[in-house]
């Protein structure tokens, strides 16, 4: 019989039995291969990795699927690989990798497009057929590649505030059978880009948001089926965007440069093998007498439809009122092909409510703190003027809340241009809101009339987590909105106030919980060039990235996102990739740190955020929350070189990683001396304080039951959780490692303030950035600085899924190669479930307890092992008699027994029942 303790005194008894399901059973002796990956993307075109990396998943009928070989082969065209004719590249290898195999064959040039494909064979000596062909495209990999020139437009330009945009355009003619089209397009500012009246692509806000004048990004269109032979015609609308206008705070703008700028080029490959390039060039015209009078990142867009040019973007249009151009000598050199996933419109959502305010405003309820953007349908007059302003929030008399927003405005203006139905977006701007106050609208406004549009990095949401309980699964909804609004191109730490800037301190702490959600491996990988491109010759990691606070940082727990989040994507992807190219980085920080901490290596003499926001720390009742920043900046100190320690292990780097493996045993002993007392408490009696030396394992062996016991009594003394940015993301972890798994599961279960889920009883959509953003008498935090979409607590994501739901990481085997499933049922919770979509394929764990019964079910995929954990397995026992003996068989023949109560298993789908007596 199986015995285990679950989250109380309480023992059960069990008697197993197992029900074993084939994975994704479709014929039999099924093997194949799917799922074909460049750099994490399908058919990427306009890549500029000239050594990149393929992947592919495996589906089998079979249990227990490994792969033993691989064969890949590459050509230049369809055809050529799949007849095996005319390879660049074949190679056949006895190997289990079937993630981030470097492609090795000739070195590609611009523009080129390689088509490849893959077999496999497994450990049941079966062959798969060919995959069917995949490719990858080639972007521009030198500045000589491109031929074409930077322009600006000659208009009158007051960059003191926000402008109207700029539009360029150039007729031309093709005058032969098109093959093939490229479209390579960047800017100084946004862009938007039309060919023969057709909008190209369905990303937005681009190029995106980098370190601008240190790397700056192109996209790569296939325009091929927007041409034709005869005239044809090409425009681009500019906005200020993040290149010039406002950013941060105290007006401040232009951080990037004052003049918006185009830089496209358009290769067209004829039928008969002939090539033409249209280029930015003196030959394009252009003028800001357009629709869109001004467009901002934080102010929001005004678009006076009268001023509508039709046709512009049109052959034949009459564009003998527009200026001609300037070329101008604006770098090329640090032109980078997107890296990132684009930024689109992701979701559609109707509203919900029309509200109507005491003195008369129409408010819509959206139902979602949502950001993006409104689509709005009106049938108005000519000079008919719209007016909506965005809030989050409504105060407690039913009025829109926009003090928190400091001084950005979120509004959007429209004015009708009369005729008929009128169908309006946004372009150069986006808004983080729930609620939206209309004004001037013509007519009834009805809920039809507006669309929100959703807007984000388009990220593969790859996890999925729910629970019997409501109200932590509106937990987890808030969790997954929060990224969406914050995961703008860079992660952001809030959507709608003048700031949405990329702080790392945020990002660092929440990268976990985002990649159990969504595929964040190449959003991750693309910020952090960003981070070491704005990092200071002395190794200092700027508060925020890309970094337009003039160089701040050097803040312990912010900084060591240089460290930290290429670990995690490295946990979670298998990446090493991103470990080797941000090496430089990491040690330049650990570097830094090492300078600003003394002879005994305690980091104390600089000023650091710490843990920030915790529980009212402002409050003298409660300074029982605070936490000395030294001690905290010597942990991450320690525990950054700890990382580089295994870090430089992984890549094969002896030398570097003898030395920080002593510089971290040094760091802690330091910790240890300073900051722990012989009887296990910390000078900083605090929840943080516990949480981040039990987490970073600087507290000795002997002492950690002690440790944590201190933090346990301080819970229940509280019987709430205290803990800031730094504390929050790991204390439930540590707790449930430590043995207080109850007293985790105390905190999630906990409605009052503080709590994760005060704010959902309050009908949050989104987590807030305050414990009490909003009390529960519907009046606010502090205004200058209290976003209701934050993601920063939103980090207790990583344990519903690793400890609830019970799937986690093996960093011995990193991206999910070998699967830890450990449930903790606990809380109350009758159910639980996770889904997680590996770089192997899909990975789950769900359970379930009724009555007598509790039912486990746990998805393995192929070319991957698990191991499975029971609930309470240091109790673990089998019983032999006859009804458990065929158990015990079963077991035995589909895995081993790692030891009490740890099963290991290969790939497949399996069913565990256990009866209570």
């Not at 049109?314 to 000598?329: I, K, M, P, Q, T």
């Not at 928190?404 to 809101?433: D, H, M, S, V």
């Amino acid at each position: 019989m199986i015995f285990y303790k679950m989250c109380c005194v309480l023992i059960f008894v069990f008697l197993v039995t197992i029900t074993l399901i084939p994975q994704n059973a479709k014929a039999n002796d099924m093997l194949t291969v799917t799922d074909f990956r460049t750099e994490y993307k399908i058919n990427p075109v306009g890549i500029d990795v000239p050594k990149p990396r393929l992947s592919w998943k495996i589906e089998s009928d079979k249990q227990n699927t490994l792969q033993t070989a691989y064969e890949i082969k590459v050509a230049r065209s369809r055809r050529d690989v799949i007849q095996g004719k005319n390879l660049l590249w074949k190679t056949s290898v006895e190997s289990d990798q079937s993630v981030h195999v470097i492609y090795d064959g000739p070195v590609p040039v611009s523009g080129q497009r390689f088509y490849w494909q893959v077999k496999i064979q497994d450990n049941h000596n079966r062959i798969s057929e060919w995959s069917e062909p995949a490719f990858w495209e080639m972007g521009l990999l030198s500045e000589e590649d491109w031929s074409a020139n930077w322009i600006q437009a000659r208009v009158e330009d007051d960059t003191a505030q926000s402008q109207p945009a700029q539009y360029f355009r150039k007729s031309f003619t093709l005058d032969k059978e098109v093959q093939s089209a490229r479209l390579y397009i960047t800017a100084h500012g946004l862009y938007e880009v039309f060919i023969n009246g057709e909008r190209v692509g369905d990303q937005v806000l681009t190029p995106g948001w980098t370190s601008y004048n240190k790397r700056l990004q192109y996209q790569v269109y296939d325009v091929t089926d927007l041409l034709q032979p005869g005239e044809q015609a090409i425009g681009a609308v500019l906005g200020d965007g993040w290149y010039r206008g406002y950013l941060g705070w105290k007006d401040n703008r232009n951080i990037y440069g004052k003049r918006l700028a185009l830089l496209a080029q358009l290769k067209v490959d004829y039928a008969d093998n002939s090539r033409e390039t249209i280029l930015t060039d003196t030959s394009w015209k252009a003028t800001n007498k357009g629709p869109i009078l001004m467009s901002d990142i934080y102010m929001g867009e005004t678009c006076d439809a009268r001023k509508e040019m039709a046709n512009w973007t049109l052959a034949g249009f009459d564009d003998s009122d527009w200026n001609d151009v300037a070329v101008v000598a604006a770098d090329k050199s640090h032109l980078i092909a997107s890296a990132g996933p684009p930024v689109k419109i992701t979701k559609e959502i109707t509203p919900i409510n029309i509200l109507t305010t005491e003195d008369g405003k129409s408010i819509v309820d959206m139902g979602q703190n949502m950001v993006g953007w409104l689509r709005l349908r009106v049938n108005g007059r000519a000079g008919d003027t719209i007016t909506m302003r965005h809030a989050e929030v409504l105060d407690k008399e039913g009025n829109l809340y926009t003090k928190n927003l400091r001084t950005a405005k979120q509004t959007i203006t429209y004015i009708c241009k009369g005729g008929g139905e009128e169908l309006f977006e946004p372009r150069f701007t986006f808004q983080g809101f729930r609620f939206v106050e209309v004004s001037g609208y013509p007519g009834e406004l009805k809920l039809s009339s507006l669309t929100g549009m959703v807007v984000h990095s388009d990220m593969d949401f790859t996890g999925r987590f729910s629970c019997s309980d409501s109200l932590i699964n509106q937990l987890q909804h808030n969790i997954e909105w929060g990224l969406r609004g914050n995961f703008v191109d860079v992660p952001t730490d809030c959507p709608q106030r003048d700031e949405r800037l990329g702080w790392t301190g945020d990002a660092q702490v929440f990268a976990s919980t985002a990649c159990f959600n969504v595929n964040a491996a190449s959003f991750y990988a693309k910020w952090m060039k960003d981070l070491a491109a704005d990092q200071g010759a002395d190794g200092k990691v700027t508060d925020v990235v890309p970094d337009v606070l003039n160089g701040n940082g050097g803040h312990t727990g912010w900084g060591d996102a240089a460290v930290i989040v290429p670990w995690t994507v490295y946990l979670n992807y298998g990446d090493r990739q991103i470990l080797q190219n941000q090496y430089e980085s990491m040690k330049a920080w650990i570097g830094y740190m090492e300078t600003r901490a003394d002879d005994d290596l305690i980091w104390q003499q600089d000023w650091h955020y710490g843990d920030w926001l915790s529980f009212d720390d402002s409050h003298p009742a409660y300074m029982g929350a605070y936490t000395e920043t030294d001690l905290i900046a010597t942990a991450y100190f320690a525990y950054s070189t700890g990382l580089m320690y295994r870090i430089a292990e992984i890549l094969g780097k002896r030398e570097d990683a003898q030395r920080f493996k002593t510089l971290a045993e040094k760091s802690k002993n330091a910790f240890i001396a300073e900051f722990v007392t012989p009887n296990g408490r910390l000078v900083s009696d605090t929840q943080t304080a516990y949480t981040l030396a039990l987490a970073m394992d600087l507290i000795p062996d002997s002492l950690r039951p002690a440790a944590a016991g201190y933090l346990n009594h301080n819970v229940n003394s509280f019987k709430h959780i205290t803990t800031g940015f730094l504390g929050t993301p790991l204390i439930s972890q540590v707790l449930t490692e430590n043995g207080y798994t109850d007293t985790a599961y105390m905190l999630l279960n906990r409605k009052e303030y503080p709590s994760w889920l005060y704010p959902v009883t309050m009908g949050a959509t989104t987590i807030w950035e305050r414990w009490d953003g909003m009390r529960p008498d519907s009046t606010f935090q502090d205004h200058r600085m209290n976003s209701f979409n934050h993601y920063a607590y939103g980090a207790i994501g990583k344990w519903l899924y690793s400890t609830v739901a019970g799937i986690d990481i093996d960093a011995e085997k990193p991206g999910y190669k070998h699967i830890i499933i450990h449930p903790r049922p606990g809380g109350g919770l009758t159910s639980a479930q996770a889904f997680i979509e590996t770089v192997y394929g899909t990975a789950a764990s769900q359970w379930k307890i009724s009555e007598d019964q509790m039912i486990l079910e746990v998805t393995v995929p192929a070319n991957t092992t698990a191991e499975i954990h029971f609930p309470g397995d240091k109790a673990v026992s089998l019983n032999a008699d006859s009804d458990g003996a065929d158990d015990v068989k079963a077991l035995t023949e589909i895995g081993e027994w790692l030891r009490k109560g740890v099963l290991k298993l290969g790939s497949g789908h399996y069913r565990f029942q256990t009866n209570i007596e």
